[in-house]
């Protein structure tokens, strides 16, 4: 007769706890995570995911805010004076360095597309509107707690740790945006 | 709770139900003859004061609840129409946002009363932790409370808050967005918060009821620190002290309905009367009032935490350990000692430099010579956050911070200036946060934080062994009788 036919065989007892144990443990985890995962963004707020934005009608300097994924963002055509600004900044100066052809797409360097959201918490930083301060970089500057985007979107001054996010987008034609 | 021998009632139906469930006799006990220090002031009235507003609080809103709608196409004109159409739904309304304010206004003189007399210390220290868990909880039921309306400061208030966690490094953005439940704060996220400020208030009540529970174990504190002795020290609580909690409360309610009545909108910004614009930010977004300590120390950390602020933090660190936080140095680190020194000094000199002297013209030259300075480790944003909740969680340690043998600040002067000078630290953090994020007031507000933290992370240890330990009275009896007869020579 061996151990394991004791009915008080303390190894087999221990081996059962633990196992009982590790499929309740994974029951648990798996239930936990639907709960959690309900939290999540739902297939239709996923839906939302892509905005068309017609350009024809926008002049040199102008910027327009449109929704995307119900967050504002921000298209602007900059002058030359702009683009030249933006590529002539020595990229080690920068906090979050990224060159302006990191911006932008190639042949296209008028137009700057970015989510019209700080990266500090959150704020719409001003400078879309010919009546909005652009902060001392002539980007954008956000009220909250003052950080300063230069005219290609990159933070360069104030709280925020990264330059403006570049959306996934793409020209469906020369007049057509399509961000998403 | 209330076991062991039971004296019978003489009503009938009590004493039929109290034989089957002794509730009668645990109110009896625990709010009736419960023996209570006879030298209670009034400062140890804003806990009963507290409990009424959490009540008030579920009460009106269980009742908003009933005519508000978690939309967010509808939520801003479901309030307007509370406050303009349904019966009584201004007064509603008002008890509520301005019950808000009061309740904080008790907690916080609750706590203050605590820090004051040492009713933190042994062996409080767990209905202490009790306390500020209900502190939290009450500032995340507010803040979503406050998202309700829908409103500007509604909206952005909520953004900028949820936006905090996204300063966690690897998951913080996932962790945004699944907070929202979408990819900004919209629908879902008013109905997620509506549904939460629904329930964290029983969870508050729960909480409410282990604090009471361990407070009778270990019965109350007193201005003077010293335990009762024996019946000489003590009060039955009924009528002595629901007499004192009844008139503090009718002096509250005074300042509550004056609110109510006069002044529904003075503690709530004008912005949160205008609907929430996900495109629009206004220009100053301030939280409300009970909030704007924490948000000015989140704001205070402007600098990025380099290599050189680490190396001289944790070098100092150990220092402060060494000299505050202990008696006399470890004999381990003795002969170190100067050699710390050295590398505090020189790693924090350019830590300075770096963190509070970058914008100053004649030092630029100086700056830009400072080889690796764009190493850090902790990046503003993740530091203000991490300042922010520290700010509350050391608190939480206080008992274990402060070491001294006396308990009351009454017979600690030292103790008790430098916990003046703390609320006045924190009520100087509460103006700079309602301020734009310039100088002065960015400075002004760094060096109130350093002294927030210095009182709690050094000044507090420090006393803990240094300050003298005073000849206490041998009784409360004593201490009241002493009193009473300087007052009768006056
Ligand atoms: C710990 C207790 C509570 C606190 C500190 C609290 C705090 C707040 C605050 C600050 C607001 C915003 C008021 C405004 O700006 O108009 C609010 C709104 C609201 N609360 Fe509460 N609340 C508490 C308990 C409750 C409970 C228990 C319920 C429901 C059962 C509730 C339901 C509501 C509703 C429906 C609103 C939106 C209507 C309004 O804004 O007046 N609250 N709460
Ligand atoms: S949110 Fe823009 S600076 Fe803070």
Redesign the interface.
């Known amino acids: 007769m061996t151990d394991h036919s004791l009915p008080d065989n303390p190894a087999r007892r221990d081996f059962l706890y633990l196992t009982t144990g590790a499929v309740a443990a994974v029951g648990a985890g798996v239930t936990g995570w639907s709960f959690?995962d309900t939290?999540?963004?739902?297939a239709d707020?996923l839906a939302l995911a892509t905005t068309e934005v017609n350009i024809s009608s926008m002049q040199a300097g102008q910027s327009v805010?449109v929704?995307w994924?119900?967050?504002?963002v921000f298209i602007r055509r900059r002058t030359p004076d702009e683009i030249k600004a933006a590529q002539d900044v020595p990229v080690s100066e920068l906090r979050d360095p990224q060159t302006d052809a990191q911006r932008v797409q190639a042949g296209k360097e008028e137009w700057l597309v970015v989510v019209g959201?700080c990266t500090?918490?959150?704020?719409?930083?001003?400078g879309a509107k010919p009546n909005e301060p652009k902060g001392e970089y002539g980007g954008w500057f956000?009220?909250?707690?003052?950080s300063v985007y230069d005219t290609a979107g990159r933070i360069r001054k104030g709280?925020?740790?990264t330059n403006l996010t570049v959306p996934p987008y793409a020209f469906s034609s020369d007049t057509v945006i399509k961000i998403g | 709770m209330a076991h062991g021998p039971r004296e019978p009632f003489d009503n009938k139906i009590v004493e039929w139900v109290d034989s089957r469930l002794p509730i009668f006799t645990m109110i009896q006990k625990e709010y009736g003859v419960f023996p209570t220090p006879k030298n209670f002031n009034y400062f140890w009235n804003f806990g009963a004061l507290a409990m009424v507003m959490l009540v008030t609080m579920i009460a009106s809103g269980v009742i908003l609840a009933m005519h508000y709608t978690p939309n967010a196409a509808m939520a801003f004109n479901s309030v307007e129409r509370i406050t303009r159409d349904v019966n009584y739904g201004w007064l509603l309304r008002y008890l509520h946002m301005n019950g808000a304010s009061m309740f904080f206004i008790a907690v916080y003189i609750h706590i203050f009363r605590g820090m004051y007399y040492g009713s933190y210390k042994q062996p409080r220290e767990l209905l202490w932790i009790f306390g500020i868990i209900i502190f939290l909880l009450m500032m995340a039921t507010a803040f979503m409370g406050y998202t309700l309306p829908w409103s500007q400061m509604s909206g952005?208030g909520a953004?900028?808050i949820?936006?905090?966690f996204?300063a966690i490094p690897v998951v913080g953005k996932a962790l945004v967005?699944?907070?929202?439940?979408?990819?900004?704060v919209?629908n879902?996220t008013l109905n997620?918060f509506f549904a939460l400020h629904y329930l964290l208030p029983f969870i508050i009540c729960a909480v409410v009821f282990l604090h009471v529970w361990a407070l009778h174990v270990v019965g109350s504190n007193n201005p003077t620190g010293i335990d009762p002795k024996g019946p000489q020290d003590t009060l039955p609580f009924n009528p002595y002290y629901t007499i004192k909690d009844m008139f503090g409360l009718s002096i509250f309610l005074i300042v509550y309905a004056f609110l109510i009545f006069y002044a529904p909108t003075l503690l709530t910004h004008q912005d949160h009367f205008v609907p929430f614009n996900?495109?629009?930010?206004p220009?100053?977004?301030v939280p409300e009032w009970y909030f704007l300590p924490f948000y000015a120390i989140l704001?205070s950390i402007?600098f990025d935490f380099t290599l050189y602020l680490i190396v001289a933090g944790v070098a100092g660190g150990i220092l402060i350990y060494n000299f505050c936080w202990r008696k006399t140095p470890c004999e381990k680190t003795k002969p170190f000692i100067p050699a710390l020194l050295a590398v505090t000094v020189l790693f924090g000199i350019p830590a300075m430099l770096l963190a509070f002297f970058k914008d100053v013209e004649a030092l630029k030259g100086v700056i830009a010579m400072i080889p690796l300075a764009n190493i850090h480790l902790i990046?503003?944003?993740l530091g203000?956050v991490l300042a922010m909740f520290g700010s509350i969680l050391l608190l939480a340690v206080l008992p274990w911070l402060d070491r001294h043998p006396v308990r009351s600040g009454r017979y600690r002067p030292w103790y008790r200036w430098t916990l003046i000078g703390f609320v006045v630290s924190a009520v100087i953090l509460g103006y700079i946060g309602s301020q734009?994020?310039?100088q002065p007031f960015i400075t002004i507000g760094q060096l109130a934080t350093l002294y927030y933290f210095g009182w709690l992370l050094v000044i507090v240890p420090w006393l803990s062994h240094n300050e003298p330990v005073a000849k206490l009275p041998n009784s409360i009896h004593e201490a009241v009788l002493a009193d009473s007869v300087k007052g009768g020579k006056k």
């Not at chain 1, 500090?120 to 001003?126: E, F, I, Q």
């Not at chain 2, 967005?177 to 900004?184: A, D």
């Not at chain 2, 996900?278 to 930010?281: E, G, I, K, Q």
């Open positions: 959690i939290m999540n963004p739902a707020t805010v929704t994924q119900g967050k504002p959201i500090h918490l959150g704020c719409v930083p001003l956000c009220p909250c707690h003052g709280p925020a740790p | 952005w953004t900028v949820t936006s905090l996204s967005t699944w907070l929202w439940g979408g990819f900004s919209d879902p997620r996900p495109m629009v930010t220009a100053h977004i704001r402007t990046e503003a944003k203000g734009p994020a310039e």
